[in-house]
């Protein structure tokens, strides 16, 4: 297997996407949906966005809004990812694949392969979406999908290598569990979290 894929979400400093940066994040994300702690606007997604390298991802995190604003939030925000995290339908990525940005379908559903809706990378969320609380990785419940997907939910610096053992994972996502306080990241939780994921 290649090297573990990583993306660090909810990034709203500088100072936090340059550490995501520079400890070697392959992805880096903005909360657009509403009514999170870690949401931000286009504008300053733009400015953290024009820090980040052509070799990393920028990708914008949506909610359950309507395909105009999602397709108006990444242009004016020039990420080059979209992440949708709601019930969003197949036509959703048949309508933001034009732009030529790399789509994430987010689910906490249990889903057999990263594709279904048109998407180039499937998030398996934990079954209680930020709450903190991992799935019960080594449990029957528990099957991973084929192709490239990203274990998400619950992940820390203490319990992702074991994560990614378990279920053989692609790529891994987190945002709480590199917080301080809710909304707030910590850079050394960040460099721990992206050494510990791969080991």
């Given at each position: 297997?290649s090297?573990?894929?990583?993306?660090?979400?909810?990034?709203?400093?500088?100072?936090?996407?340059?550490?995501?940066?520079?400890?070697?994040?392959?992805?880096?994300?903005?909360?657009f949906?509403?009514?999170?702690?870690?949401?931000?606007?286009?504008?300053?997604?733009?400015?953290?966005?024009?820090?980040?390298?052509?070799?990393?991802?920028?990708?914008?995190?949506?909610?359950?809004?309507?395909?105009?604003?999602?397709?108006?939030l990444?242009?004016?925000?020039?990420?080059?990812?979209?992440?949708?995290?709601?019930?969003?339908?197949?036509?959703?990525?048949?309508?933001?694949?034009?732009?030529?940005?790399?789509?994430?379908?987010?689910?906490?559903?249990r889903?057999?392969?990263?594709g279904?809706?048109?998407?180039?990378?499937?998030?398996?969320?934990?079954?209680?979406?930020?709450?903190?609380?991992?799935?019960?990785?080594?449990?029957?419940?528990?099957?991973?999908?084929?192709?490239?997907?990203?274990?998400?939910?619950?992940?820390?610096?203490?319990n992702?290598?074991?994560?990614?053992?378990?279920?053989?994972?692609?790529?891994?996502?987190?945002?709480?569990?590199?917080?301080?306080?809710?909304?707030?990241?910590?850079?050394?939780?960040?460099?721990?979290?992206?050494?510990?994921?791969?080991?």
């Open positions: 297997m090297e573990l894929f990583v993306k660090i979400c909810g990034l709203k400093t500088g100072a936090d996407v340059d550490v995501a940066v520079a400890a070697g994040a392959d992805a880096v994300g903005f909360v949906a509403a009514g999170s702690p870690r949401t931000i606007g286009a504008a300053a997604a733009r400015e953290l966005a024009a820090r980040v390298p052509d070799s990393v991802l920028t990708v914008g995190v949506f909610r359950g809004q309507p395909v105009e604003e999602v397709r108006r990444a242009e004016e925000s020039g990420v080059r990812g979209v992440q949708l995290h709601g019930d969003e339908g197949p036509e959703y990525y048949e309508a933001l694949r034009a732009g030529g940005r790399t789509l994430l379908r987010a689910t906490a559903e889903v057999k392969r990263c279904e809706y048109g998407e180039d990378l499937l998030l398996l969320d934990a079954p209680d979406p930020g709450s903190g609380k991992p799935w019960n990785w080594g449990s029957e419940e528990f099957t991973a999908p084929e192709g490239r997907w990203l274990l998400a939910g619950g992940l820390t610096p203490g992702v290598r074991e994560a990614v053992e378990t279920t053989g994972a692609w790529g891994v996502d987190v945002s709480s569990g590199v917080e301080r306080e809710r909304g707030v990241k910590d850079p050394a939780l960040i460099r721990a979290f992206i050494e510990a994921a791969r080991g």
